[in-house]
């Protein structure tokens, strides 16, 4: 790999430990975070590949005790617990992501890439949420996705708007560097 690529990883895994715990706990025991938002901005600005890497890289942390995950927490209790879905469901994210915004494509392609990542993420995090609660299909959509539909689709929006704009000026300083 060449330095750009690990530095780029470096700094996706570092944004993704600094903001990700930043969180406000719901009655659902699942909170809002910033995770899924700096989950896909690693995605857009890194690409499929390396983001998805950042975001092994940040569960590795969080895996080893780090206090990377939602409310400075980590561990393989919290990995492997109640959330733990949502937590593995943060590469497909980045993936999909990644894969909507590998140039200058359209708006609905990087929308289609975020929206696609974003459900395999709700899927894979209510699943695990029902095995690990016992609870029905209604009460885990109650407790997992109803209440981060509009905050996810202010963070959708978010990236389409930021991602590439901090992608071009990237672009832009490696242009300019002696």
Same mark, same amino acid.
């Given at each position: 790999?060449?330095?750009? %690529?690990?530095?780029?990883? &470096? !700094?996706?895994? $570092? ?8 969180? !406000? ?20 600005? &890194?690409?499929?590949?390396? #983001? %998805? ?14 206090? !990377? ?5 980590? @561990? ?6 109640? +959330? @733990?879905?949502?937590?593995? #469901? ?11 915004? %590998?140039?200058?494509?359209? %708006?609905?392609?990087?929308?289609? #890439? ?11 995090? +209510? ?25 996810? &689709?202010?963070?959708?929006?978010? !990236?389409?708007?930021? &991602?590439?704009?901090?992608?071009? $000026? ?9």
């Amino acid at each position: 790999m060449k330095t750009r %690529t690990l530095t780029e990883i &470096a !700094v996706m895994t $570092a944004l993704l430990s600094v903001l990700s715990p930043i969180s !406000v706990p719901l009655s659902s025991l699942v909170p809002i975070s910033l995770a899924t938002l700096m989950v896909m901005l690693a995605g857009a600005i &890194a690409g499929a590949k390396n #983001g %998805t890497i950042a975001v092994l890289l940040y569960l590795l942390l969080g895996f080893l005790g780090f206090p !990377v995950f939602a409310g400075w927490t980590g @561990g393989a209790g919290i990995l492997f617990g109640m +959330t @733990g879905g949502f937590l593995f #469901g943060y590469l497909p994210l980045a993936w999909c992501t990644g894969l909507g915004f %590998t140039g200058r494509e359209s %708006t609905a392609k990087r929308l289609s #890439g975020m929206l696609a990542g974003t459900l395999i993420l709700y899927l894979l995090g +209510t699943l695990w949420f029902m095995f690990f609660t016992s609870s029905s299909l209604t009460a885990s959509l109650a407790a997992c996705v109803i209440p981060f539909l509009p905050g996810d &689709a202010l963070k959708i929006a978010a !990236v389409c708007l930021f &991602a590439p704009r901090v992608s071009s $000026a990237l672009e832009e300083s490696r242009k300019n560097r002696i």
